[in-house]
């Protein structure tokens, strides 16, 4: 059988068996982050028919407490407007990019990097800088070198072993090579023949871009003659890890930007790329432990009692005068009315399209149009060092190649201390459409006991580790029913122009009377750049 086939079959017995252990001590777990009853309360409308319990009045009123809203709130106190709240739904803001902790240890519950930003992400800079993360020394911008991801920073568990890098390459055949550099031959093209840039809302939709839009990455990629297995393999993870869905589902606009925006592809042995890098084509990024969640955490510090959480907001409105928003408290079991000058809605847009009254046109096309990809994050405490396979040593990014998940990162990674002990290895795994899932993902995530996760973990991660399962001893899931929005053909076409912000000083705002809209949503895909640009826009706006 071969070892996808088998992937895909084996549960937790088999998993026990690779590891060579009779009864291994009971691995304690469950669901956590995430509550779901607050988000279906709002989808099912129950809580608007109730009167408000009370009101409260600010200048401006945030809705959405993730990247986007954190931004914006930054944003405002940078302009000197203090007067406004931030009501998030969840026990803590940061949406995708929240932290947690698993017997003691901080650990991810989402986005868990973020790549060194170029130039067209000002803002992203901007913020770095103030958080003492990026300084100017004799001319020249330099990152805190705790910050920065340490060495090793990705490794590849294929053909037995491990090998530096994620991009297959022990072992590949001299056709397989040809297809790497032409692939990189066609990036370098694209990247001379059109602006790809982070965030897109900096860049002009030209018809080049339009066209690469209208098609999906594995059409263009057949066109190309590009069918190499293991090239595709690599592509289709890139896709699945930033886009929650796979090659078939996602433009060819946003396979191509994935490299082109950032850091190019360079094939192994192309001596435009490290000399001392089998897979160059990634820059330096930074992480923490807990993720972008430090960043979030950062970001909500100088909130204080302005950042309102456990609050299902269920109605927002325009009325004369200003705007009027109904959030349900979660603590006090009431729903309170907030009556403000403005309202910034960093929401997505399915939700924000069922929660804004007379919702205005460009709201109902873009939501109309945006699909998200459900997405899951398994946290996995162990007791002691795993025992490790030949080859690439432990890195901070660790890949199996053909699974159904994207492997898993280490929390421990970043830690001065290199003393084996335990650790949390965070696994993620992409639900949206693609060659491994081509059900209900969404309809999985809400009815499947988190033991059948349990299950597919230890069973995928058994195969470079047979000792994980014995290690274990507890799996904490973190579930997203819409966590990014996927980058379909034709998404940049219906969304690339909804800016509608009446100067170029704020271009790409999408402003609808007092209300203004910001979310990675209005990008077409999700990552920290986008959603942070468009709620500090919205912010700064505001100003």
């Known amino acids: 059988m071969r070892r996808r086939g088998f992937l895909g079959t084996v549960g937790a017995a088999g998993a026990l068996a690779l590891a060579g252990c009779d009864a291994p001590p009971p691995i304690e777990g469950g669901f956590t982050g995430i509550d779901m ?148 031959q066609r990036i370098d093209a694209l990247q001379h023949a059109a602006h790809f840039a982070i965030p897109t809302l900096k860049v002009a939709v030209t018809p080049e871009l339009l066209a690469l839009d209208a098609q999906a990455f594995s059409a263009w990629l057949d066109r190309e003659g590009l069918s190499d297995p293991h090239l595709r393999w690599y592509l289709d993870y890139c896709c699945r890890d930033d886009y929650g869905a796979g090659i078939e589902q996602v433009s060819a606009w946003a396979g191509i930007h994935y490299f082109a925006s ?39 510090k100088p909130l204080g009692e302005r950042l309102r959480t456990g609050q299902v907001v269920v109605r927002i409105a325009e009325v004369r005068g200003g705007v009027e928003v109904d959030a349900w408290d979660a603590a006090s079991q009431s729903l309170v009315r907030w009556q403000a000058a403005h309202c910034i809605v960093a929401l997505p847009v399915f939700v924000a399209a069922r929660v804004v009254e007379n919702a205005p046109a460009v709201l109902v096309h873009a939501a109309a149009h945006v699909r998200h990809a459900p997405w899951l994050v398994a946290n996995v405490h162990l007791r002691g060092p795993l025992i490790d396979r030949p080859g690439a040593a432990p890195s901070w990014d660790n890949v199996v190649y053909g699974t159904r998940g994207l492997g898993y990162v280490d929390a421990r990674h970043q830690t001065l201390d290199p003393t084996p002990r335990g650790t949390v290895l965070s696994w993620y795994r992409p639900l949206g459409p693609s060659r491994y899932d081509e059900g209900d993902g969404r309809r999985l995530l809400l009815e499947r006991p988190w033991t059948g996760w349990r299950d597919d973990l230890l069973a995928e991660l058994s195969v470079p580790h047979p000792d994980l ?22 998404l940049l076409a219906q969304i690339g122009s909804q800016r509608t912000a009446p100067d170029d000083a704020h271009r790409g705002s999408v402003i609808a009377g007092r209300l203004s809209f910001a979310h990675a949503d209005w990008s077409g895909y999700s990552i920290f750049e986008e959603a942070f640009t468009r709620g500090h826009v919205a912010g700064a706006s505001l100003g």
Request: aromatic share 6%.
């Open 37 to 184: 009853a607050r988000g279906h309360a709002m989808r099912d409308g129950t809580l608007k028919s109730r009167a408000p319990a009370s009101t409260r009045k600010t200048r401006v009123l945030i809705a959405g407490g993730g990247v986007a809203g954190l931004a914006a709130a930054r944003a405002l106190r940078l302009a000197g407007i203090d007067d406004f709240a931030l009501l998030e739904l969840e026990d803590s803001a940061g949406g995708n990019a929240r932290g947690g902790m698993v017997n003691g240890i901080v650990c991810p519950l989402g986005a868990h990097y973020l790549p060194v930003p170029g130039d067209d992400a000002r803002e992203v800079q901007d913020l770095l800088e103030e958080l003492g993360l990026r300084r100017r020394v004799a001319g020249r911008w330099e990152y805190d070198e705790r910050t920065l991801c340490h060495s090793p920073q990705e490794r590849l568990f294929f053909h037995g072993e491990w090998q530096d890098g994620l991009l297959p390459v022990h072992g590949v055949d001299a056709g397989t090579q040809a297809q790497y550099r032409r692939f990189a």
């Open 469 to 490: 399962p014995a290690l274990a001893t507890r799996i904490e899931i973190t579930r997203y029913g819409h966590a990014m929005a996927i980058p379909r053909p034709g």
């Open 262 to 300: 950032r850091h190019g592809f360079h094939a192994p042995g192309d001596p435009s790329g490290s000399a001392n890098d089998t897979n160059p084509e990634r820059d330096g990024v930074l992480t923490w432990p807990e993720g972008n969640g430090w960043l979030t955490k950062q970001l909500a």
